[in-house]
């Protein structure tokens, strides 16, 4: 079976979440500040025409895909939000969306939305919805504060006990919104600069992972970064190592080399898999860091295809495409 | 630096010079058949040391005596084995004086470590590595 880790899902209008709200927030939302910010939040994070004000129509799945994990993006733009309580409003039914439209629970899932705004709150979403079979996975939007700090034992105390992957995935206004994580460097005039840069966040939030002893102390915990590219991995992992070699005392709570860690329970999904055409031969192959490369599309944006994958990463692709260690033992089950 | 001589002895172990020589907390390097030793008489006893680390070779006996942080929880520091630790001074990679490991296993391989004592205010060393299971 091949599983999808990064198939995009949204709304074409706002209006379509208000089934999912009381009558209470509908009338909050029933405002064109809100409606019309279906595209002028698509208009911030557009990288090229074609991503124009209408929703893109995903790709017809590959009939080789028997799971496709579907993640609504227009959530994750929630950690650029000024108003996290109406974000909470928003992603709850984002949610709804997701488990009574979305996601059928079997060949298609969704990852649950929750904000990293509110851990607390967070941790409580995931425990109303984690039994659900409609979702396999969290999504957790990244703010400025890095995702080895303990204020996001909640969310993970929650992810674990439910079985659940966390997926990261950016949400576009990152280096552009506050609220959002920044770029290194500073504040880049376009989307597409920072488009580029994107990698940086996961590089930083998975060295805060090991060098903060979240992954030391949520041993089950599973966090697939998704859409960063992963061509970097093996030289993170190296650096990764050196540093700990050297400060191991400056964090004795990181009980082996950090790429242990990386190598048992983070994974990166393929997109953009063109990026990785000269490094995955000679940085890959025989490595721990190939285990960790999961299949993700990220249609319709630009996605790459089942055939993309092949084609780029040659007698290995099919060890990649039929990777699902990241999924619990039921969801793998469930669908298999 | 003092320069020595072995000689054989009964359990191979030669006289380095008084203990004297060789003050609490404070490694001292001698040359020693050829080689180059660094000495430290600790609390706890004796410890004699190659002046190589097992990374890249460096200098370790010029690196700094110190303790260690245990195995812990996230954000807690307990700090242990004061003065029982020897920090290379290229790389930072920690070493237990008393059997050259690399203190969490950080660094393959070992800092050579000899067989020391004191003994009638003397101290003696031979210059054959201690058996891992002999060190402690």
């Known amino acids: ?336 | 630096m003092t320069q020595l001589q072995a000689e054989p002895g009964a359990a191979d172990l030669a006289d380095v010079g008084p203990a004297e020589n060789f003050p609490v907390g404070r490694l001292v390097l001698i040359e020693f058949s050829g080689h180059t030793i660094g000495i430290i008489r600790t609390r706890h006893g004796v410890h004699a040391i190659g002046n190589r680390c097992p990374h890249q070779g460096g200098p370790i006996c010029r690196g700094i005596v110190t303790g260690t942080m245990a195995p812990s929880a996230p954000n807690e520091y307990v700090y242990e084995k004061d003065g029982e630790i020897i920090r290379c001074p290229w790389h930072g990679y920690e070493f237990e004086l008393s059997t050259g490991q690399s203190v969490g296993a950080a660094v393959r391989g070992r800092v050579p470590v000899y067989p020391a004592e004191v003994r009638g205010g003397r101290v003696y060393l031979a210059l054959r590595r201690k058996p891992l299971a002999d060190r402690g």
């Open chain 1, 1 to 336: 079976m091949i599983a999808d880790y990064d198939r995009h899902v949204a709304v074409g209008d706002y209006a379509e979440l208000f089934a999912h709200m009381s009558q209470s927030w509908r009338k909050h939302f029933e405002r064109d500040e809100f409606v019309g910010s279906v595209r002028d939040a698509a208009a911030h994070i557009r990288l090229t025409d074609r991503f124009g004000d209408e929703v893109l129509a995903g790709s017809a799945p590959d009939p080789e895909i028997g799971l496709s994990l579907a993640v609504p993006h227009q959530g994750l733009t929630i950690n650029g939000w000024a108003d996290q309580v109406a974000a909470k409003a928003f992603i709850e039914a984002l949610n709804s969306q997701s488990e009574q439209v979305w996601a059928d629970g079997q060949g298609r899932r969704a990852a649950i939305l929750v904000t990293p705004h509110d851990p607390a709150w967070s941790a409580r979403v995931i425990r109303e919805h984690g039994a659900a079979r409609q979702f396999a996975a969290v999504a957790l939007p990244l703010s400025p504060v890095l995702l080895g700090s303990d204020q996001f034992d909640p969310v993970y105390d929650a992810a674990v006990e439910a079985d659940l992957p966390l997926i990261v995935h950016f949400s576009g206004v990152e280096g552009h919104y506050l609220g959002a994580p920044p770029l290194s460097g500073g504040v880049h005039r376009t989307a597409y600069a920072r488009a580029v840069l994107m990698p940086q966040l996961a590089e930083s939030h998975i060295a805060s992972l090991c060098f903060g002893g979240t992954l030391a102390k949520f041993p089950a915990l599973r966090v697939l970064f998704s859409g960063f590219g992963f061509a970097w991995l093996p030289s993170l992992t190296w650096r990764l190592d050196r540093e700990w070699r050297t400060f191991r005392h400056d964090v004795p709570w990181v009980l082996k080399p950090p790429s242990e860690y990386v190598f048992e329970q983070v994974w990166l999904s393929t997109w953009p898999v063109r990026e990785a055409r000269a490094e995955w031969e000679s940085l890959f192959a025989g490595s721990r860091a190939q285990s960790r490369v999961v299949y993700g599309s990220h249609d319709p944006f630009d996605g790459d295809t089942v055939a993309d994958v092949r084609a780029i990463l040659g007698s290995s692709a099919d060890g990649v495409l039929a990777r699902s260690d990241v999924l619990s033992a039921v969801t793998t089950g469930a669908v298999a």
